[in-house]
């Protein structure tokens, strides 16, 4: 006997039927949707800090024009549902360019994974530019001034003294949204993305096992947000300043 079939039948003993372990298509399937989550996770976590690095200085530029614009952004998206983001971006936006597509004889080359890349990025990279900003707005004035003593650009000063204080400062934020970013990828199931959450609706609907599928789910995003806070807490800990934090 295999471990498989070891832990199916040790599971049955306890009333937990585990037996879609045994047939290779729903447990392909369902290993195939443990991946698709794992690449939203590593696609959207670099995609929302990226979009909140864009936003954190838009924020506080001195355009007006600008600043206004990036606060519009992130008041209208942090204060809407990430699902109805979702269903607005693929079933309207992706309709439009669909049709723009077909006038032209071609196939709309943008996949559901696109848009749950660009809607959960969006959404969670408005966040992470409010701690970003709130990290740059701490950086201590006489830092500054020291900085422009020595001739420094704005945009060196930005670059070189700004931002690696700001990320110190924002960084329990940031780790704490990426947390909550792992788990927001469970709404790509609603566009029919095959991840977990997807394909394990697909098993319970022809087997009565809703239990035991969920309990796999919330077991597999317990591991993935427990990795991003055990990342999280070794960066705060290589990468705390001296006389702050203690």
Known sequence: MTALHWFVETARMTGLNYGFLLEAYERDAFVRGLGVTLQLCLLVIPGSLLCGLVLAPALRAPQ????????????????????????CAF???????????????ETNPLTPVFWVFVVVSIHKGVFHAEALRAGIEAVPPVTLEAARSLGLSQRQIFLQIELPIALRFALPSLINNMVDLVKMTAIASAIAVGDVTYESI????????????????LLYFWLL???????????????RMPGYGQ
């Open 225 to 239: 947000t427990w990795c991003v806070s055990a990342i999280g807490r070794q960066l705060e800990t290589r990468l």
């Open 91 to 105: 079933l309207v936006f992706n309709m439009l360019i669909t049709r723009a597509f077909e006038t032209h004889g």
């Open 64 to 87: 007006r024009w600008l600043s206004g614009a990036a606060r519009a952004c992130v008041e209208f998206t942090r204060n809407t549902p990430t699902l109805v983001q979702l269903y």
């Open 202 to 217: 697909m098993i319970w609907t022809h087997r009565d096992n809703v239990l035991e599928l969920i309990l796999l789910i």
